[in-house]
């Protein structure tokens, strides 16, 4: 990385003595680095105070981590090298305008505008999605934006629609750069009553120069409020797969804020059209499953994180599924967790991320376990879940520390060890679940 000592209105960038120059070839034709050499120290890392964390991955271009949330109400990332150095550290006050309503809908006067999803660029730059927090339309719309390699904005692009005369409010859950060079985010709409796209999710392709859209595409049905997509990758033929949530109303239940039933979701998607080339819905049960995280095993197949439950009297069970390059499962069933009902108290259970164990013949899932007791009193904890390629489960832990939390990220660092990452936690654990050290 280039790194930039001077001082703006933003939060200081630290000096480094590294670079590398910028690399305008097409992903497909990287090498990644060999990073063996260069994690020598121990890996550190340390929350930044008054940051919150949404999403942390891999540099494709060097041995460093990306990460992104929201700081001040406004977006805000953060690159570390490969022992967790801090490199960047950036909030982008003067670039975006105070998220703010003053339509007396009950909701706070201040909202937020925060960084949700991020992808190192071929140029050692970074795309950006947003997120508007509250989910309404009073506070504003969603951006996408993109950086150069010390983190200044190049351009930014207002996802900005309307249906009618109702703002529709576009969250973006990931956004990656594809092979032609190009960017694509997924996520989810606002659904605001009467608008023609009520709730969808949407894909959209964005041009690597200016921003400006290539193609948007919208998916699920108009039945209940939220279809969402939360994950996307390109696969081996540069298609794109993505994975979330199809929703549909619950027997006796009305739809409602995306707290309705649904089936996994599964897309495949041509790069260069937006053409939907499969479409697959899997629904174990009447009620509900989802998918929130996709990975691509070396023999094309998938694997998809994410939740299931049987009905609305049980637990809310993590779960683990193997799909094909058609979208059909591979294992007979989904693997799933260990939540229960156990009196009055309720455990329920989801995995929000993947990884492979370093020899690539195991799947560490993360996510988190969410008491609710009778008291109302209720409890987050880290999970961690593996099996093998077959679906045999191999272990499952819970890391149990005062306060609530949650693994929304499990990012490999040095060795067999990976990061679970979500809000300010930081826990470091190796490709056994055994917990190392908790970066605080």
Avoid at 76 to 86: E, K, P
Avoid at 105 to 113: A, I, K, R
Avoid at 206 to 217: A, F, L, S, V
Avoid at 317 to 335: L, T, Y
């Amino acid at each position: 990385l280039m790194l930039s000592c001077s001082k703006s209105s933003s939060d200081n960038s630290s000096s480094s003595d590294n670079s590398s120059s910028s690399d305008n070839s097409s992903s497909s034709d990287y090498e990644a680095p060999n990073c063996d050499g260069n994690n020598k120290g121990s890996f550190q890392i340390y929350p930044e105070k008054g940051a919150g964390l949404w999403e942390i991955v891999k540099n494709k271009k060097d041995c460093g981590y990306a990460l992104v949330g929201g700081k001040n109400r406004k977006p805000w990332i953060q690159v570390i090298d490969d022992n967790g150095n801090q490199l960047i550290s950036k909030t982008y006050d003067a670039d975006f305008k105070d998220v703010t309503s003053n339509f007396g809908n009950g909701l706070p006067t201040e909202g937020q505008l925060d960084g949700s999803a991020i992808s190192q660029t071929n140029d050692s730059g970074y795309i950006v999605g947003t997120y508007v927090n509250p989910r309404h339309s009073s506070y504003g719309y969603t951006h996408i934006f993109k950086t150069d390699a010390q983190g200044e904005i190049e351009w930014k692009r207002e996802l900005k629609y309307k249906s009618g005369k109702t703002k529709v409010i576009h969250f973006v859950e990931d956004i990656i750069q594809t092979n032609d060079g190009h960017y694509v985010a997924v996520g989810y709409t606002s659904g605001d009553n009467g608008n023609k796209i009520k709730g969808q999710g949407f894909m959209t392709k964005i041009d690597k120069d200016d921003g400006t859209e290539k193609w948007m595409k919208r998916f699920g049905s108009n039945a209940c409020v939220f279809d969402t997509l939360k994950s996307v990758l390109e696969d081996n033929e540069n298609n794109l797969i993505a994975i979330g949530k199809y929703e549909k109303p619950c027997p006796k239940y009305v739809c409602h804020h995306g707290y309705a039933c649904g089936d996994v979701y599964f897309l495949k998607i041509n790069s260069a059209t937006g053409e939907t080339l499969i479409s697959k819905r899997h629904a174990p049960n009447k009620w509900w499953a989802s998918g929130n995280s996709i990975l691509q095993l070396d023999d094309g197949s998938f694997i998809v994180g994410g939740k299931i439950r049987a009905d609305k009297r049980k637990a809310t069970n993590s779960a683990v599924w193997r799909f094909d390059q058609n979208g059909e499962m591979v294992w007979s069933q989904p693997w799933t967790g260990t939540a229960r009902r156990v009196n009055k108290d309720i455990h329920n259970e989801k995995v929000f991320a993947l990884a492979l164990s370093p020899q690539r013949d195991a799947i560490i899932a993360a996510g988190q376990t969410k008491i609710v007791t009778s008291k109302k009193d209720n409890k987050g904890d880290m999970m961690a879940w593996s099996m093998d390629l077959n679906g045999t489960q191999k272990w499952i832990k819970r890391y149990e520390v005062p306060g609530w939390q949650t693994a929304a990220d499990i990012t490999q660092i040095k060795n067999n060890h990976f990061l679970l990452s979500g809000g300010n936690s930081f826990f470091e654990i190796d490709s056994d679940g055994k917990l190392i050290k908790i970066h605080k």
